[in-house]
């Protein structure tokens, strides 16, 4: 429970830049297989040209237009996604793969040193699986007509690792050096984010292994610590 008010300063960073975010419409559909979601809602009614019998989909954007196949039995749509009603929720999952960064770190505390708050530099690969919920909907314009948008919501869950610095005292070794340098670690963990269109943000919690011979002394080394992570959304 000591890292709890750690992990809360995190969540509350996290969820501030969500709600400025927001989830905004847009006119772009990714081309790939879908599932076809129902509704929460108890009034929500599904709207779109396809069965609503259809559970997975393969979608092909073209303009203006949206081909739609059956995964089942073949059975394919063609219509126009600007003038056609529509109202449909859809899932997709894809695997994820980009670059992040943590903008800070935060250690916890140990024996003789209270927690820390870094922000060494970290480059940070992700692999992940990403889930893309997504709604085609009607949405007002300017002109107070209807088109029709994608509004998505793009979650993303898997592992970081990369190569970072962090900084080596006589504080974080309990005395037993008198340097003062900046090593070289690996960082690694597991990382928790929400897609904001082309870039990500979230959470982060893993270890840092220094890459030379002062690791058996550094306190910090394979001890857990917690990020608020950015990175750049590159599929």
Known sequence: MKHLPLVLLLSICTLGILLLSGCQPTQEL???????????????????PVDTSVKKVYILPQGDSLHVRDLRS?????????????????LRTEFDFDIYTSLFKIRGATTNVPSQFNTNFNALLYFGVKQKYIQLREVPTPANRLRNAFTYVGVTSGVVVGLGNAQITPTNTDMRTLQEYDGVVLSYGWALAY??????????????????????????????WYAFIIGVNLN
């Not at 073949?74 to 859809?90: D, I, K, Y």
């Not at 897609?195 to 394979?222: E, P, Q």
């Open 195 to 224: 897609d904001v269109k082309r870039f990500n943000v979230g959470l982060a919690l893993g270890t840092d292994y220094l890459l030379n011979g002062d690791r058996s002394i550094w306190i910090y080394n394979n001890q857990l």
């Open 30 to 48: 990714d081309t790939g297989r879908y599932t076809v979601l129902q509704g929460r809602r108890r009034n929500w009614q599904q709207t779109w």
């Open 74 to 90: 073949a059975r394919t749509w063609h219509f126009n996604s600007a003038e056609t009603p529509m109202n449909v929720h859809l």
